[in-house]
């Protein structure tokens, strides 16, 4: 991959995003998302009058042979997890980027921000394996190591760029790992563009206990095809291949009535367990659309 996507060439721009982000989160752009009190459980107290009934605990009410309510006290940061897949048909470009470049972008803003605003962060990246994992954690250095992990994934290592160890993506095996690391609630993204199966079990138990939202890259080709005659097509992790008569009004129609169904089966599933589905495009501007759909999450 050309030295023009590294990150280091863009650092200050990703820099100044970052802090607006940060802003979003102080004012409750990201807290927005959090569902119930957005408190932590801190104990128990006898019931008073004028406590609000919904916070009894009945288990300690029951034992106790009088009245106890919950106590909580209020969240005082956001830990934040990214998921990132990195297999071969995240390598996809039909123009100028492709969806790997959309994601680590995405990624390294929202690390950026945490560290703004003091909030732990971590990460998982993969493909057809594990590849980096890490526990959010405090600190710049922290920060800095995972950036620097996504700007080796986007620059290249040695003047070779990343290529993906094997095929397949075990988005399976990143969610429940992901389940293993966090220890508290914590606003988790993933980034792919899901195109495998298998996942969503583990999908709606990450859900169980966190904030997740699940962040669908799509190229260009995803929406529209060009008129360019017979065009031969192929799996980028498998072997299959054919010829397309992109020619045809009525393929194309097609086409696109065939991707926007499975992207409504998509969302629905998501939101069934828990999770909130966001398509971005891989042409657009990161920050801009991260921006605008934390803005719009707002009051929620």
């Not at 990143?174 to 914590?186: E, I, V």
């Not at 583990?202 to 190229?219: E, M, P, T, Y």
């Not at 939101?271 to 909130?276: E, I, K």
Request: hydrophobic share 40%; net charge positive; charged share 25%.
């Amino acid at each position: 991959m050309d030295d023009k996507h590294s990150l280091s060439k863009k650092a200050s721009l990703l820099h100044l995003n970052a802090l607006s982000l940060a802003d979003g989160m102080r004012s409750g752009a990201f807290r927005s998302l959090y569902r119930g009190q957005g408190l932590d459980f801190n104990g128990v107290r006898e019931y008073l009058r004028g406590d609000d009934v919904r916070a009894i605990d009945w288990n300690v009410t029951a034992r106790m042979c009088k009245p106890f309510v919950k106590v909580f006290e209020e969240e005082r940061e956001l830990d934040v997890f990214l998921i990132v897949d990195t297999s071969l048909s995240m390598h996809f470009s039909s123009r100028s980027r492709s969806r790997l470049d959309q994601a680590l972008e995405c990624a390294s803003l929202l690390t950026l921000a945490s560290l703004h605003n003091a909030s732990p962060v971590g990460a998982v990246l993969f493909d057809s394996e594990i590849h980096f994992s890490s526990a959010p954690e405090y600190g710049r250095d922290h920060a800095m190591l995972l950036l620097s992990k996504f700007d080796s994934l986007l620059a290249g290592e040695g003047g070779r760029p990343y290529v993906a160890k094997g095929k397949g993506s075990y988005m399976d095996n990143a969610l429940s790992g992901a389940m293993k690391l966090l220890k508290k609630r914590t606003l988790v993204m993933i980034f792919s563009d899901f195109r495998m199966q298998g996942y969503f079990d583990s999908f709606g138990r990450l859900c169980q206990k966190n904030d997740v939202i699940a962040v669908r890259i799509c190229d260009a080709l995803d929406q529209s095809l060009p008129s360019a005659g017979t065009l031969v097509f192929s799996d980028m992790e498998g072997a299959y291949r054919t010829h397309l008569p992109t020619y045809s009004r009525s393929f194309k129609s097609a086409w696109l009535a065939d991707r926007q169904h499975s992207i409504a089966l998509w969302k629905r599933e998501c939101s069934l367990r828990g999770g909130v589905p966001l398509v971005l495009s891989s042409e657009k501007d990161s920050f801009a659309q991260l921006k605008a759909f934390f803005t719009a999450r707002k009051g929620i």
